[in-house]
């Protein structure tokens, strides 16, 4: 068939797609010199890298420093010199053209040389930018005539031919190449969407259920399956398709949007209802979904009296619960200050044993109030309320002025038995994310109301130790290697520690969600947990500059990555690899890296029972819309056409991204990469474009690693390294090489 193909030129960008996956043409390339071996030469033999690698390396290096143009012009330039492999050249720049897309850009043209190489093999001729998808296909085209030169007919390569037509849009070509000698799940998948484009849903539903049967590991046949299936009538089946995606990845926004609108067609306003509020919750930018809620209430008044009650419900069905009082030296034990909420207009909350309210009065004195016990809701002024809800409004003295009294600012809110709690409901916590929630939750400690930008902020003074007692189970699961669990102890505490030393003069520490560190309250802890924190009690990380501020994620995808990569900080955590992954020493090309994030090779972070298989490798499809509506007014004008990673560190991960639009382009750096890309798991990802109808992308899929920004210790890694034997001390000397473990009961902070 290739051979066909060939001969009818009708070879385009899946000819390329084939061959740079296929690990057997590249085993032969005539094209790499070979250093002799020490067995063969003898020990003395060194591998000395020849011209061709020299230059390869410059175009990666290039490319991992975020000059995209530069790389791209090196690769070029490269295929008409007799320098360079060529097979690898034109496979690397293949690799490039496919994350850029139709629409990206390229290096600016430049005149031809001389495209023979010494093999007598013809490099192609690249004069020219892409700037749409005919030239698109045209370049690639080229690169695949020369790339078939060199390689021979292959089932595998057959099968991501055939995918990589169906992303680029050409169904003919697609079609041509089927029937395939070794179907996989993934070519079953895009064999249903090739027949589903093509308006044949029967035989695209059966195709895509092929593909579930033999690997159901992924949300993405899931979710076309239901698009199919609601297309042909088949609504609550559609649902269930829907509900199946979300569980392979909760974070596949196009199935929860697909699950809102089938639940609703069916007539299901309150579950409709609950899934439209969870779409605001994670896209707060975006009017569609709150404009939708409040047609719902308008359209449904019973869901209005619905909505009331359950809360009510819950206001008087919930008690917040007892505590055993801290088994420490208190006075010895520092108190961390935790931003709970912000931009509160209102905040209801429920005591069970007395609590003292203090503030400041009209004449700069403070005041206090003894709350019995009973449900509560502070307010910013006057508002009618349930009669079973005693209203608290705020004093203006305690919002205006200088206070020079009770902590500098706001009101107060004291306990009277050290084993009581606070239970808060309806605390809106990581909006804009997947794991965003409003949740009602207990805490520890006592409690501070300070002005915000929008209202008022609440903010937990608590013991640190105690703090630790929820961040540790909110963190990493409570029944992992104790070792392991320990090592996230100390490495908490450190970073606690290192944001209290930073925060002087400032309202608070750290937040109580993963900005710092997740803090879901009394109801998360854990009773081995509270154990590791016990047992490892005032122990810290530290350097020559004080407490370590010791990061940690949950999953690194087998490479950690350095703070300089991620935030720009120089002079704190390096790289770290997983200890059964080779440290690297230079940047993978493309081409190596992606193969490496399609592939789940063995690592301490990939372990069974120790991680989650969606967190170590992922597959993601955003759409352009999805990525307009998390930059909300950022967003350049007109639709997305292009995502551009502008630089990467040695694990991989993203330094920088270009989002291109119709009418402009914007720069994201750092963590927030992930967000603005459809809240990936991480920043460790290479990216494919599928060609819509018209030419503009359609969705962007990205394969990725790892779950988290990849600094410091690795909770899945340190969990298959407790799991074989290494200690608290071993997990942390290997994720931080440059600390040492004191304790602030014995050492001055």
């Known amino acids: 068939m290739l051979r066909r193909l060939i001969v009818k030129n009708r070879f385009s960008i899946f000819l390329v797609a084939i061959l740079i996956f296929s690990k057997a043409g590249f085993s032969q390339d005539p094209f790499a010199e070979e250093v002799a071996s020490p067995s063969?030469?003898?020990?003395?033999?060194?591998?000395?890298?020849?011209?061709?690698?020299?230059?390869?390396?410059?175009?990666?290096?290039?490319?991992?420093?975020?000059?995209?143009?530069?790389?791209?012009?090196?690769?070029?330039?490269?295929?008409?010199?007799?320098?360079?492999?060529s097979t690898r050249a034109a496979a690397?720049?293949?690799?490039?053209?496919?994350?850029?897309?139709?629409?990206?850009?390229?290096?600016?043209?430049?005149?031809?040389?001389?495209?023979?190489?010494?093999?007598?093999?013809?490099?192609?001729?690249?004069?020219?930018?892409?700037?749409?998808?005919?030239?698109?296909?045209?370049?690639l085209k080229a690169l695949g005539k020369f790339l078939l030169s060199v390689n021979t007919e292959d089932p595998e390569m057959r099968r991501?031919?055939?995918?990589?037509?169906?992303?680029?849009?050409?169904?003919e070509a697609a079609r041509s190449l089927l029937p395939l000698a070794a179907p996989s799940a993934e070519s079953y998948l895009y064999e249903g969407l090739l027949a589903l484009e093509e308006g044949s849903f029967e035989k695209?539903?059966?195709?895509?259920?092929?593909?579930?049967?033999?690997?159901?590991?992924?949300?993405?046949?899931?979710?076309?399956?239901?698009?199919?299936?609601?297309?042909?009538?088949?609504?609550?089946?559609?649902?269930?398709?829907?509900?199946?995606?979300?569980?392979?990845?909760?974070s596949f926004l196009p199935a929860l949007v697909a699950q809102s609108e089938t639940t609703l067609a069916q007539g299901k306003v309150q579950e409709g209802y609950a899934l439209l509020s969870r779409l605001a919750q994670i896209l707060p930018r975006q009017r569609e979904f709150r404009d939708r809620l409040n047609q719902l209430l308008e359209q449904h008044p019973e869901l209005v009296a619905k909505v009331s009650e359950v809360a009510k419900g819950k206001l008087l069905r919930k008690d917040p619960p007892r505590i055993l009082p801290f088994s420490g030296d208190a006075s010895k034990t520092p108190t961390i200050r935790v931003a709970l909420a912000q931009n509160l207009s209102s905040l209801s909350f429920k005591i069970s044993s007395p609590y003292v309210a203090k503030w400041l009065g009209p004449n700069g004195e403070e005041e206090t109030k003894t709350l019995s016990p009973g449900i509560y809701r502070l307010l910013l002024r006057e508002e009618p309320l349930d009669p079973d809800i005693q209203p608290l409004v705020l004093p203006e003295t305690a919002f205006s002025g200088s206070p020079t009294s009770i902590a500098g600012a706001g009101a107060y809110l004291y306990p009277t038995e050290l084993n009581s709690t606070v239970l808060f409901f309806d605390l809106v916590t990581e909006a804009?994310?997947?794991?965003?929630?409003?949740?009602?939750?207990?805490?520890?400690?006592?409690?501070?109301?300070?002005?915000?930008?929008?209202?008022?902020?609440?903010?937990?003074?608590?013991?640190?130790?105690?703090?630790?007692?929820?961040?540790?189970?909110?963190e990493i699961p409570a029944t992992w290697p104790l070792e392991a669990v320990k090592a996230q102890a100390i490495a908490a505490r450190s970073y606690s520690l290192a944001m209290m030393?930073?925060?002087?003069?400032?309202?608070?520490?750290?937040?109580?969600?993963?900005?710092?560190?997740?803090?879901?309250?009394?109801?998360?802890?854990?009773?081995?947990?509270?154990?590791?924190?016990?047992?490892?009690?005032?122990?810290?990380?530290?350097?020559?500059?004080?407490?370590?501020?010791?990061?940690?994620?949950?999953?690194?995808?087998?490479?950690?990555?350095?703070?300089?990569?991620?935030?720009?900080?120089?002079?704190?955590l390096p790289p770290v690899p997983d200890v059964l992954t080779a440290e690297r020493t230079e940047n993978l090309s493309?081409?190596?890296?992606?193969?490496?994030?399609?592939?789940?090779?063995?690592?301490?972070?990939?372990?069974?029972?120790?991680?989650?298989?969606?967190?170590?490798?992922?597959?993601?499809?955003?759409?352009?819309?999805?990525?307009?509506?998390?930059?909300?007014?950022?967003?350049?004008?007109?639709?997305?056409?292009?995502?551009?990673?502008?630089?990467?560190?040695?694990?991989?991960?993203?330094?920088?991204?270009?989002?291109?639009?119709?009418?402009?382009?914007?720069?994201?750096?750092?963590?927030?990469?992930?967000i603005v890309l459809g809240g990936l798991r991480s920043t460790l990802f290479t990216l494919r474009v599928k060609v819509g109808k018209d030419g503009y992308p359609?969705?962007?899929?990205?394969?990725?690693?790892?779950?988290?920004?990849?600094?410091?210790?690795?909770?899945?890694?340190?969990?298959?390294?407790?799991?074989?034997?290494?200690?608290?001390?071993e997990i942390l000397k290997h994720y931080y090489p440059t600390a040492v473990i004191v304790s602030y009961l014995s050492f001055p902070q």
């Open 432 to 474: 804009g994310s997947f794991i965003a929630t409003i949740s009602d939750r207990s805490y520890r400690g006592f409690f501070q109301v300070l002005p915000s930008e929008e209202g008022f902020q609440l903010i937990n003074h608590v013991n640190l130790e105690e703090y630790l007692y929820s961040v540790l189970p909110s």
């Open 92 to 139: 690397e720049l293949f690799r490039l053209y496919q994350e850029i897309g139709p629409l990206g850009p390229l290096a600016e043209p430049h005149s031809e040389s001389d495209s023979t190489s010494n093999y007598g093999r013809q490099a192609p001729l690249l004069d020219k930018p892409l700037s749409n998808l005919t030239l698109y296909h045209t370049t």
């Open 501 to 572: 030393a930073q925060s002087s003069g400032k309202p608070f520490d750290v937040y109580g969600t993963t900005r710092s560190a997740s803090y879901r309250g009394v109801e998360s802890e854990h009773p081995r947990s509270t154990v590791a924190v016990d047992a490892t009690r005032g122990v810290y990380l530290r350097t020559e500059k004080g407490p370590l501020v010791a990061f940690y994620h949950a999953n690194n995808g087998g490479y950690g990555e350095g703070t300089e990569s991620v935030w720009g900080y120089t002079d704190t």
């Open 204 to 250: 695209g539903i059966s195709l895509l259920r092929t593909s579930i049967s033999i690997e159901d590991t992924r949300p993405a046949p899931w979710y076309f399956l239901g698009k199919a299936l609601v297309a042909t009538g088949q609504m609550a089946e559609g649902e269930a398709a829907f509900r199946s995606a979300l569980k392979k990845d909760g």
């Open 698 to 729: 359609e969705y962007f899929i990205f394969n990725g690693g790892g779950w988290g920004h990849g600094v410091g210790l690795d909770q899945s890694g340190a969990a298959g390294m407790a799991s074989v034997g290494y200690t608290a001390e």
């Open 590 to 674: 493309l081409m190596k890296l992606t193969d490496w994030l399609r592939s789940a090779p063995p690592s301490f972070a990939s372990l069974p029972g120790f991680h989650y298989p969606e967190a170590y490798r992922w597959e993601r499809w955003v759409t352009p819309e999805e990525i307009v509506a998390r930059l909300g007014k950022d967003a350049p004008p007109g639709r997305v056409v292009a995502v551009l990673t502008r630089g990467r560190g040695i694990s991989g991960r993203v330094k920088e991204v270009e989002i291109r639009t119709e009418g402009g382009a914007l720069r994201v750096k750092g963590d927030r990469v992930r």
């Open 40 to 85: 063969e030469s003898g020990s003395s033999a060194l591998a000395i890298p020849n011209a061709g690698d020299i230059v390869l390396q410059r175009a990666i290096d290039a490319y991992y420093e975020g000059k995209l143009e530069q790389s791209i012009a090196l690769l070029q330039d490269a295929l008409g010199t007799h320098l360079l492999p």
């Open 160 to 171: 991501e031919l055939f995918i990589a037509a169906v992303l680029a849009g050409e169904r």
